[in-house]
Structure formats: structure tokens, C-alpha cells
């Protein structure tokens, strides 16, 4: 089979990759310079930034199965800790080794600014939950799920967490995705809720090795070269100057649906609403360690502080902000920048040295909401964080639609 995939984020590479891995002649069409779409680094001023700060947490099968096979070892590029959900002060959760209930409730047992009532009301929610097997309704959002949890717990605990993994607020996001992740997490086998923190430029983890292992195995990669037009054959799809059988659309939805409005009207037209991420830098050489690597920020609108290993360099992360970002990224970046600073006096002194917001960072993964899906006709298929699937927008999300739309492309059409 002779297949273009359009889009060198994590989506399309996954999908090239597992398509060649069954046969097809693959092309692999990538507008940006380097590969890895939303997830991808470059060097300026002689350092590797990243597009945005990301982890990855133990339960991301796909994604650290497809590392591996394209020569990218998680356990060298990745620095494994266990679920640490602390504060400033490095007070919170710390999740041990073990089963996952023992784990949490060593953890629960353990967290010190909690009294008797958070803790005895967050194991009685944890075990509703887990006598409905972590399932709910597709209407309920987190807050409705949320009921009856001491506020403390659904502050520090849940909030923090559904944001992180859904880039939505609790009030609208989803509570059915929100338990596929807990599911993952806690109960697809040891490690599962282990936080994965890249120890190297995203760029390493994935994007360059896949590149390097689709030029190595026979696949056509151009960089710089975005995909035009696309047409329905008699036998098989057109994009520009490439004929063949079948196409992955694995670039941005917005592109996706440009591409697809002729081929299929009604998908190109599905309604689909994004949310924000705004990233702050800030820089203290020789500034102090934080409690954690990853430490959990009180308050809006930032929600956690990373602790870049190396030279004094923290960055703030504030989720689910399309609202915030109405009045534009500046006035964000400084409350960002204020709330670190008050919740650690230690890092007063640091320097705003980059602030980034990105708009349509992922789709808004709200309570009910219908995702397009991956078959848009025969021979054409899409890929994305974005489409129909159980994970919300992340590396996991996109790998795993990767992996799919090729097993669904190379199962319907024969190889030639
Ligand atoms: C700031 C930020 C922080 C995040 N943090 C995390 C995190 O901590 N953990 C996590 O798991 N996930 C995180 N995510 C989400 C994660 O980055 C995405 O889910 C994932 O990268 C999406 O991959 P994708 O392949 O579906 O899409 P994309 O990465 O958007 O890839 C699409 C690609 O298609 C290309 N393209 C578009 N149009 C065309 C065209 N016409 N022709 C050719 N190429 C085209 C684009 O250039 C791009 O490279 C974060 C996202 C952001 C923005």
C-alpha cells in the first residue's frame, strides 16, 4: 500500500512508523522545519527550548512502546519518580511503591496538612469510585463527580490533577475521560502512575529518533512541506503531486478539516473548541532546589512550578487560560510570575526570561463532548490528540490515534 501522512507531530509519526512496520510505502509530509508538532524543540541562543513543558506519566503504553522501537530508550531519556503531588513547602502527597491502593493510601496517611476528615472523606470517595469500577455517566463533569469530597481534597488533589491531564476546569470537564486516565494510572500495573519527566530536549524523545528510523527503513520524509489539496481518485487519493491509496490527516484539526472540505464536507465542518496553555520561565542562577521537581502551585492561575535540573531555571505552567488570555499574554505572564514568587520567597529574586501561551494547546475536553471521528471515507483516516478516541489531548492521546489509524488503513486496504 502507498500512504502520505500528512503531519509530523507524535500522531503522524506513530502512524508511519507502524505502517511501514506492516509494509506500506510510506511518504510523510511535515510543513515545520523539524518534526514533533506541538511537542518538539529548537536551539536559540545556543539552548534547546522545548514548545511547552510536558511529562508523561508510567501508563503511556503506546508511547513508550513506540520509543522503543524507534531506538529511544525511556528509561535513559526519562527521569522516573513516583507521583509526587507536593507543595511549596513540600507538603502533599507522595505515593509510594507498591499496589496501587496500598500506594494511595500510604499516600493519603502520609499528606500531614490534612486532618481525619480529608482523609477519611477522600478514601470514602476513592472506594464509591472504585465499586462503579472508575466509571460515571458521559454528561457528568469533575465537579459533579466531586460531590461530597472535603473542598481541601478536591483543591489540592483533583483540580490540579484534572487540569493537568484535561487542560479543562473541573465545572465543564469530562469525569468519564478524567477516571480513564485515574484508571490507567492506577490500575494498568506497576509504575502506571509514575510522572516520566524528559531529561533531554522533547525533540530526543521521539521526534528526531522516529525520523531518523523511517529514512533507515525505506520511508519518504520532507520537512518544510505542507500539504496543499487533497482529491478523491477512482482508486485511491491525491494530495498536490502525490497519488497513492490512502491518506493519514495527522496535522493540526484546523488544517485537517481545511483539507478535508471537499472529501468530506460533514467532517471538516464538526465543531470543535480549544483551550490555552501559558508557560512562564523564570531564572535564578544558582537559585535553590524545589521540594520536587514538579511542585503543585495554591491558587490561579499558574497550577504547577517545574524545576529544570541544571542552572537555576523554574517554569511555570498555567492550564485551561483561553479566558485569562483575552486580555493577552502579558498581564498573564506577570500574575503568573507573582504567584510563584509569593508561594516562594526563594526565588524572588528570579528573571522572567520567556513566556509563551498557546491558544489552541489542546481541544476542550468538556463533560459529553463529541469528538470527530477517525474514519473520514475509505482510504482516508485521521490521526490527532483531537479525534474520537478514550484519552484527553496528550502524547499518549496522539501516539495511540497514530497506531490506530494505521491498523484501520492496513486492515481495510490489502497491501500491494
Ligand atoms: C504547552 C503544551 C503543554 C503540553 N503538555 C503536555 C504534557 O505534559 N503531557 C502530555 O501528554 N501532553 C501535553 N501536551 C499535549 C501534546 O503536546 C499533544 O497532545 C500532542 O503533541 C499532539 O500531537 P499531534 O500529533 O496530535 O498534533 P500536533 O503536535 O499538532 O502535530 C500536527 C503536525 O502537523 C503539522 N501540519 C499541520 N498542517 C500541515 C500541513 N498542511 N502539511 C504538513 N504538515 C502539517 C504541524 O506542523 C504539526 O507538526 C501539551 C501541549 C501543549 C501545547
Known amino acids: ?53 510536558h511529562i508523561l506519566i508510567g501508563a503511556y503504553r503506546d508511547t513508550l512502546k513506540l520509543m522503543r522501537e524507534v531506538g529511544a530508550e525511556p528509561e535513559l531519556l526519562l527521569q522516573r519518580l513516583p507521583l509526587t503531588l507536593v507543595d511549596a513547602q513540600g507538603q502533599g502527597l507522595r505515593w509510594g511503591r507498591g499496589g496501587p ?19 477519611l472523606g477522600l478514601v470514602v470517595w476513592g472506594s464509591r469510585l472504585a ?34 491531564a484535561l487542560n479543562t476546569r473541573i465545572e465543564e470537564a469530562s469525569a468519564t475521560v478524567f477516571l480513564r486516565v485515574l484508571r490507567d494510572a492506577l490500575f494498568s500495573g506497576p509504575g502506571g ?14 521526534p528526531d529518533p522516529a525520523l531518523v528510523w523511517l529514512r533507515a527503513h525505506g520511508a519518504s520524509v ?17 494530495c498536490d503531486d502525490w497519488q497513492g491509496d490512502a491518506i493519514v490527516l495527522a496535522c493540526s484539526a484546523h488544517e485537517a478539516q481545511r483539507l478535508a472540505a471537499h472529501g468530506a464536507p460533514q467532517w471538516a465542518r464538526w465543531p470543535l473548541r480549544h483551550e490555552a496553555i501559558a508557560t512562564v520561565e523564570l531564572e535564578l542562577p544558582g537559585g535553590p532546589r524545589l521540594p520536587a521537581p514538579m511542585v503543585a502551585l495554591r491558587g490561579a492561575p499558574a497550577q504547577f512550578l517545574f524545576d529544570i535540573p541544571g542552572d537555576g531555571r523554574y517554569v511555570a505552567v498555567a492550564s485551561a487560560v483561553a479566558a485569562e488570555l483575552a486580555d493577552g499574554l502579558q498581564p498573564l505572564a506577570e500574575r503568573m510570575e507573582q504567584q510563584v514568587k509569593a508561594q516562594l520567597p526563594a526565588l524572588r529574586a528570579a528573571r522572567r526570561v520567556n513566556q509563551h501561551a498557546d491558544r489552541r494547546a489542546t481541544f476542550a475536553c468538556v463533560a459529553g463532548v463529541a469528538r470527530p471521528p477517525q474514519m473520514l471515507r475509505p482510504g482516508l483516516v485521521a490521526a490527532g490528540d483531537y479525534v ?29
Open 131 to 164: 465499586l462503579r469500577g472508575l466509571r460515571c455517566p458521559a454528561h457528568w463533569s469533575v465537579e459533579r463527580l466531586c460531590q461530597g469530597l472535603p473542598n481541601a481534597v478536591r483543591e489540592e488533589l483533583v483540580e490540579p490533577l484534572c487540569v493537568a
Open 388 to 416: 474520537e478516541g478514550p484519552y484527553p489531548a496528550t502524547l499518549e492521546g496522539a501516539v495511540s490515534s497514530g497506531v490506530a489509524a494505521a491498523a484501520h488503513l492496513l486492515g481495510t486496504i490489502r497491501s500491494t
Open 222 to 238: 520532507q520537512l518544510g512541506r505542507r500539504a496543499q489539496q487533497l482529491q478523491a481518485l477512482n482508486e485511491g487519493w491525491a
Open 193 to 206: 502512575s509514575d510522572l516520566l519527566l524528559p531529561r533531554v530536549p522533547l525533540q530526543a524523545l521521539l
Open 101 to 119: 491502593l496500598g500506594a494511595a493510601f500510604g499516600a493519603v496517611q502520609g499528606h500531614t496538612g490534612w486532618g481525619w476528615r480529608e482523609r
Open 1 to 53: 500500500m502507498k500512504l502520505l501522512v500528512i503531519g509530523g507531530g507524535w500522531a503522524g509519526l506513530a502512524a508511519a512508523v507502524r505502517a511501514v512496520q506492516r509494509g506500506a510505502e510510506v511518504t510523510l509530509w511535515e510543513m515545520a522545519a523539524q518534526a514533533g508538532g506541538r511537542a518538539r524543540s529548537w536551539q536559540a541562543e545556543g539552548r534547546w527550548l522545548d514548545s511547552g513543558q
